[in-house]
């Protein structure tokens, strides 16, 4: 194995807020033999995540961060080239935390699972029946418990997360409103992730839109924004509203924090509870939330989008592109043909 060349995306300093292409370079060393317990899996598709920023960042939250010069730390989805491990064998389709990187050497703890959804694409298993999917899952429908006929707000309408989490709440019976920006992205979330409506934060007045679309109140928001898209919907909350908090993207640094109208208030007279979650929070339900989601891909009742960049090269700066709105559905990077 030592004749092939690995091409790795390190992490080449900390950024403050956003990272941008620069903080990241990409080297080539040679690949090692492997251990006992081990496959050599080589890449042919790396996730790109929002939550990125913040295992980059030098400041803990859930995770340790990565390492400056280490391999950026990545969702992947690829191909057994190699094992060490009878359970298996090379031509096997696997994901895992792989790394930004064409080919990584794990410990089979590693994999987190087989593909063996052979009637879709490899590149579902990073997003909706992946990371993504599994987030729009139990966050809905564990903390946000949307019941039949209520309303259901999520912010970043259109994205990996939020247009699952539109089509789990119809699923389920429910009345959805997007929140998203362009009009391109509202027409989206209607005809193709079937929301009720979609509002354009970027153009529409939202609390008004809000007011109109949501007159007798929101029962559930799915936030992925934080910031002042959230500060309008909380004034529109029901009596016993539900927010689930998943992700803070509108907010580049939360050093200092950043001031705000104040979220108490609402939470008190309206008798609203919210609450934060992580997807590894659920990590021996992820089987049973699977099933249920490829159940639905394959009626067509859950439709999605990939943005898929072509090339290695594209890796370092797929997270800036994340936050300026570049993408529409689930960014990936192709590095390597399936076949």
């Known amino acids: 194995m030592t004749h092939r060349i690995n091409r790795q995306v390190r992490l080449k300093s900390r950024a403050v807020g956003i990272p941008q292409a620069e903080h990241f370079e990409i080297v080539n060393v040679p690949i090692s033999d492997l ?11 790396l996730s790109v995540e929002p939550a990125m920023r913040g295992w980059v960042s030098d400041v803990a939250n859930y995770s340790e961060p990565v390492p400056v010069g280490s391999v950026m730390r990545a969702f ?6 190699a094992s060490r491990h009878s359970d298996f064998r090379p031509g096997e389709f696997v994901t895992g935390m792989f790394g930004w990187q064409d080919y990584a050497a794990v410990d089979v703890k590693v994999i987190q699972r087989k593909i063996t959804e052979t009637d879709l694409p490899i590149s579902t298993s990073l997003g909706v029946l992946g990371l993504n999917g599994l987030t729009a899952y139990f966050g809905l429908l564990e903390v946000g418990q949307p019941k039949t006929g209520e309303t259901v707000v999520v912010s970043t309408a259109a994205g990996a997360v939020g247009s699952c989490v539109g089509q789990i709440a119809k699923i ?8 998203t920006g362009g009009p391109e992205k509202t027409q989206i979330c209607r005809d193709e992730f079937r929301y009720d409506t979609a509002i354009d934060y970027k153009t529409d007045n939202l609390d008004l839109a809000l007011a109109e679309t949501c007159s007798e109140g929101i029962d559930v928001y799915y936030d992925n924004t934080a910031g002042t898209i959230s500060d309008a919907v909380l004034k529109h909350l029901k009596v016993g509203a539900r927010i689930v908090i998943c992700g803070t993207a509108s ?12 979220v108490e208030r609402h ?10 979650f992580l997807i590894l929070d659920y990590t ?18 859950i439709q999605y989008r990939e943005d898929i960049l072509e090339g290695i090269e594209h890796a370092p700066g797929s997270i800036a592109g994340l936050y300026r709105s570049e993408n529409f559905g689930k960014r990936l990077i192709q590095i390597a043909p399936q076949e």
């Open 35 to 45: 251990g006992d317990n081990e496959v050599l899996v080589r890449n042919i598709y």
């Open 76 to 81: 992947a989805v690829g191909r057994v080239e």
């Open 172 to 179: 389920k019976g429910c009345r959805t409103v997007g929140i």
């Open 251 to 262: 907010i580049a640094n939360w050093e200092p924090i950043p001031e705000g109208p104040r």
């Open 267 to 276: 939470l008190l007279v309206k008798r609203a509870r919210m609450q934060g």
């Open 284 to 301: 021996d339900r992820y089987t049973e939330a699977l099933r249920e989601l490829t159940q639905w891909v394959r009626q067509g009742l």
